[in-house]
């Protein structure tokens, strides 16, 4: 665990620390929170670190924490003595009350590469990559739903996450809201009875899924690419909804008053390149933010392409949370 | 009862030292979170119907559990077949596993495609539909039906054989031994189990809301991560570890009320040896007891198991380090927890300030984790980094969530070793070490080695504030298990926790053992 508490440690401590520290005095260690998937050995995260400490002459050290909203909830309790330099991993959902917080300086960097399917332009955040949330079942389903009112009239049952606990829970309700609007709370009506169970994370949805509780659950376009690519099973694949499909974008930001500001820009360069853009497709199971369709694993071309991609600005996001979530708990409770 | 039987000693003073760490432990975590809150939106009508639903279904899976644990604990106290104590060990095991391995564990028996579903359909019937109420309860029954029969099971191993034996020569039937001498055994004993189990049930998060089948079924634990995670509005957090604090107290209040002190006296801790019950209709019902708590139990296991078994060679080296550090961890749970136990049951038995202590001692698992993880978090992060606290916090925290288990095996103990040679340790002048070491020690080595093992085992299995503090590299073996499922990776999951499952059991099995050696002294 060398030098793994950086400067912004106190007095108290550094004496402790300074032994450990001494071998690599020298070199600048960056820190990224992100959340714990990404950091595992099957992740990107292992990949990324080695590609980017060929280069840099640093030492990247990844922190894990939970997922996406917890990662955000961490460096608010830290504030402004975060011993993050990069925070990699909030979505677009979660940008808003990022942006709050004052944590997150300009990036700077050019973005011109990026290959999202819609436009992107935010002095803060950069994406590394994005996903289509779809409804994943088996290939021998019948009668497959295009749209969420063909899905409330058929019998089908899903399995879906709590927005209050869950990334993609919380993207399923803005999915949602963006195709009906005002008539939001009147579907999730109409779909209470095909919801089998609201589960805390996508983890235990996908569990039950896989369990054969349910014929379809929410997760994402790519997810069958998985099981196409890792466990050779091309009998899985996504539900094409005709309104489209709304978007998760997943970004990185630079913290304010970092030590190694530098370092920290020349990897949110690094990111848009095809060294670590490459890596995203097997390890995240996600699409890269800016990686030509060509470059794409095979079995990638397997996937369903669902047209538009739908997505609220992070600011209007964060002023229909509330009411979204109000209306799919009153339709939900009854 | 001997109160006062033996002096205020250094035992006593430990006792109370180790009340102040507890209550020091959650109080001022969360009053750190309370002070770093803003502006805060208090607590509102959607907060009150978790309450209301988290009290209802936690009271509901204690009664049942404890219901349903009093005729298997008869049976296997009254019975004696080859077995019989492996039995016990296995049935054991639901307790530790990791909450989402139990619920699909469970999924392969009672899910839409399990085998109740197929055999109902055999018969034309429609399926079972487990989601609702009734799912949660279930689950939590599975949970927590193995301690609550081994709570109760201690209870009657702790009748003294000779109190058997002049029931036996005096012509006691089944029923005169109920009344005289198990009901009086099972009032001790069954408040504190329903206790414990009742405070587990309102904590419960992922298995009341992944059974429950929606927002209704929001608990207080799910409350606060959505005030923690969703509006990061800390205050209300704060606010509903209280409600839980205010849960606990009132529950203990209410538990100790109902509560008779043990009035059973003591033997020369004999093996007990059981003379009533052998007509063939109470073997019967004995058998068909044991039998149904052990399909319950431990098909859903053996599910877990089948699957884990393909994949435990192939998992990635890093389950394998995350198993090794997940034992040490358990390890140094299992003494912190039995080291504060002892003089805290001690203190308890001597009848002090009882209901105070066994409320203080039920806290740890009353209140949320994530409340007190991130409290701790915010103290302890000004101090050191929080990675190099993950290991000691995690131990220090998971002997803390052990303890009231370690006491409710501990004080009855104490309590009978205390009325029983109280005394007469006294007469001869033995106090202090000498105390504990000829009088108290050698009798409470089965409920010490049960609390060990519990303590290991549960520390095993908790992913408890690890989540907060954690490197990616330090991982304990549910983390990583949790970790593996959040990237599709099924199977090798399944390994994890196949092997989770194994580790908690060998650890629980080898503590327990160790307490019944020379078992009669």
Wanted: contains cysteine; hydrophobic residues 55%; proline residues 5%.
């Amino acid at each position: 665990m060398k030098g793994k508490v950086t400067m912004k440690t106190p007095l108290i401590a550094s004496g402790l620390i300074l032994a450990a520290g001494m071998a690599s005095a020298d070199t600048p260690v960056l820190t990224i929170y992100t959340y714990d998937s990404f950091t595992s050995d099957w992740g990107p995260g292992p990949a990324v670190e080695a590609a980017f400490e060929e280069t840099c002459g640093c030492d990247l050290q990844f922190v894990g924490a939970g997922d996406g909203a917890s990662l955000l909830a961490r460096l608010r309790l830290e504030g402004d003595s975060t011993d993050a330099d990069i925070v990699l991993g909030l979505d677009t959902n979660l940008i808003a009350a990022a942006r709050e917080t004052g944590l997150f300086a300009d990036h700077g960097v050019d973005a011109s590469n990026l290959t999202l399917p819609v436009a992107w332009q935010d002095d803060q955040f950069l994406p590394f990559d994005w996903g289509y949330f779809a409804f994943v079942h088996d290939t021998d389903m019948q009668n497959v739903p295009t749209s969420f009112t063909e899905l409330a009239e058929s019998d089908a049952r899903i399995v879906i996450q709590d927005p209050r606990s869950s990334t993609p829970g919380l993207g399923l309700l803005m999915w949602v809201k963006y195709v009906y609007g005002d008539a939001a709370e009147a579907v999730w009506e109409a779909l209470a009875d095909n919801i089998v169970t609201v589960t805390p994370g996508w983890s235990e949805a996908y569990g039950l899924f896989l369990e054969g509780e349910a014929d379809m659950v929410l997760s994402y376009t790519t997810s069958p690419a998985y099981h196409l690519i890792a466990e050779e099973d091309d009998t899985r694949t996504a539900a094409l909804f005709d309104a489209g499909h709304y978007l998760q974008i997943e970004v990185a930001g630079m913290v304010e008053g970092s030590d190694h500001a530098d370092l920290a820009r020349d990897f949110l360069a690094f990111m848009l390149t095809p060294a670590f853009q490459s890596v995203i497709p097997t390890t995240n199971w996600m699409y890269p933010a800016a990686l030509p369709a060509s470059d794409l694993p095979e079995g990638f071309d397997t996937l369903i392409q669902p047209q538009p991609g739908l997505i609220f600005t992070p600011e209007e996001a964060a002023a229909l949370r509330d009411e979204a979530l109000e209306e799919w708990r009153a339709a939900l409770s009854q | 009862m001997a109160r006062s039987a033996q002096p205020v000693g250094i035992s006593a003073w430990a006792g109370a030292a180790v009340a102040a760490l507890v209550l020091t432990v959650i109080a001022v975590p969360l009053g750190a979170v309370m002070l770093r809150a803003d502006a805060s939106s208090g607590l509102g009508p959607a907060d009150w119907a978790a309450v209301r639903f988290t009290v209802g279904q936690a009271f509901l899976s204690a009664l049942f559990s404890v219901g349903l644990a009093i005729p298997v604990a008869r049976a296997l106290a009254r019975r004696n077949f080859r077995g019989r104590s492996a039995l016990i060990a296995l049935m054991g095991a639901p307790f530790i596993l990791p909450v989402i391995v139990a619920v699909l564990g469970l999924l392969t028996v009672f899910g839409r495609q399990g085998a109740l579903s197929e055999i109902l359909r055999l018969f034309g019937l429609p399926g079972v539909e487990i989601y609702g109420l009734h799912g949660v309860v279930l689950a939590h029954v599975f949970f927590n039906l193995p301690l609550a029969v081994r709570l109760i099971l201690q209870g009657w191993l702790a009748i003294p054989v000779e109190r058997f034996r002049l029931a036996a020569t005096l012509g006691f039937s089944s029923r005169d031994i109920a009344r005289h001498m198990e009901r009086p055994m099972l009032r001790n004993v069954l408040p504190g189990a329903f206790l414990v189990i009742f405070l587990i049930c309102t904590t419960s998060f992922a298995v009341a809301l992944t059974l429950g089948g929606g927002p209704r079924a929001t608990t207080v634990e799910l409350a606060i991560y959505q005030a923690f995670l969703f509006d990061f509005d800390l205050g209300r957090a704060a606010l509903l570890g209280l409600v839980q604090v205010a849960i606990c107290v009132i529950a203990g209040v209410f538990v100790l009320w109902v509560a008779t002190p043990n009035a059973i006296g003591t033997g020369l801790d004999q093996q007990v040896e059981r003379w009533d019950g052998q007509s063939r209709a109470a073997r019967l019902l004995d058998g068909a007891f044991i039998t149904a708590a052990a399909l319950f139990l431990l098909l859903p296991l053996t599910a877990v198991v089948l699957r884990g078994a393909g994949a435990i060679a192939t998992m990635p080296p890093s389950i394998w380090v995350a198993a090794l550090r997940s034992i040490a961890l358990s390890l140094v749970t299992a003494s912190v927890a039995v080291g504060m136990a002892l003089p805290m049951a001690m203190l308890i038995a001597r009848g002090r300030a009882r209901g105070l202590l066994e409320t203080i001692g039920a806290l740890s698992i009353a209140v949320s984790p994530l409340v007190i993880g991130t409290g701790l978090f915010l103290i302890l992060r000004p101090i050191a980094g929080p990675t190099d606290m993950a290991l000691p916090v995690t131990g220090l925290v998971n002997a803390l969530a052990a303890l009231p288990f370690v006491l409710r095996a501990l004080v009855p103990a104490v309590e009978q070793a205390e009325a029983g040679y109280g005394r007469l340790a006294l007469s001869l002048g033995l106090s202090g070490p000498n105390y504990l070491r000829h009088v108290l020690l050698p009798r409470l080595r089965r409920p010490l080695g049960f609390g060990a093992g519990l303590a290991a085992a549960l520390s095993m299995g908790d992913l408890g504030v690890i989540t907060l503090f954690a490197a990616p590299q330090q991982g304990t073996l549910p983390l990583e298990m949790y970790r593996l499922m959040g990237s599709y990776r099924t199977d090798d999951a399944q390994g994890a926790a196949l092997l989770l499952l194994v580790l908690s059991l060998a650890i629980f099995w080898i503590f327990d053992r160790g307490g019944r050696v020379n078992a009669a002294v």
